[in-house]
């Protein structure tokens, strides 16, 4: 059994927006340096963005100032808020649970294709 499941993927113009979601029934993700990963056809998986078990978040240089990951841990739920999609931001994206040197746990990816 998968342990975090992935939601809220599909087809976007550029510009548009999409919400990812992340759920664990599980792990309790609050509990673990969670995360979304992306890896596009013929190209290496990358971290987008992390957030840690205090809330502090990490983006990469193409993910700041568009996406904006957050953490529910009341429905123990990870989100990536994406906005202004670029057709670079195509891509399956992967939820992931571990810690600063590990991904211990991954989801099974969500399709996101921005359209030009």
């Known amino acids: 059994q998968v342990p975090l499941v992935e939601s809220g993927g599909g087809s976007v113009q550029a510009g548009g927006s999409l919400k990812l979601s992340c759920a664990s029934s599980e792990i309790a993700l609050s509990a673990y340096i969670s995360g979304w990963y992306r890896q596009a056809p013929g190209k290496e998986r990358e971290l987008v963005a992390s957030?840690?078990?205090?809330?502090?978040?990490n983006y990469a240089d193409s993910a700041k100032g568009r996406f904006t990951i957050s953490r529910d841990d009341d429905k123990n739920t990870l989100f990536l808020q994406m906005t202004g999609g670029e057709p670079e931001d195509t891509a399956v994206y992967f939820c992931?649970?571990?810690?600063?040197?590990?991904?211990?746990?991954w989801g099974q990816g969500t399709q996101v294709t921005v359209l030009s």
């Open positions: 992931a649970a571990g810690s600063y040197d590990k991904v211990k746990h």
């Open positions: 957030i840690a078990t205090m809330g502090a978040t």
